[in-house]
């Protein structure tokens, strides 16, 4: 667990995936388009790391999104961020993007 914190607050933006996860795939082109440059974890063929997001509350472990080290959600949580005009704000905040 603590080596999950800890990567997720050695940038703006952290995005714990799976590379056969289509909805991670989206999430980070997401990321990519609103102009970001998030740090990508596979956790493809890393157990301990998908059990220490599951009990950080990640539920489905991927993706797991981080922003300023805090953990915003799945992709359905980050999707509705998007919606409502707030994930580009919390990108802004955490310094993930500039404008």
């Not at 995936?17 to 082109?29: E, L, V």
């Not at 797991?64 to 707030?86: E, N, P, Q, T």
């Amino acid at each position: 667990m603590d080596r999950v914190k800890d990567l997720a607050s050695k940038k703006a933006a952290v995005i714990f995936t799976k590379s056969s996860c289509c909805m991670c795939h989206s999430i980070k082109a997401l990321f990519y388009e609103l102009g970001a440059s998030p740090a990508i974890h596979e956790v493809d063929n890393d157990a301990d790391m998908e059990w220490a997001l599951r009990r950080l509350g990640c539920n489905p472990a991927v993706p797991a999104v981080f922003v300023g080290g805090k953990y915003i959600g799945s992709a359905r949580d980050v999707i509705s961020l998007h919606v409502d005009g707030s994930l580009k704000q919390k990108l802004i905040e955490a310094r993930a993007i500039w404008f």
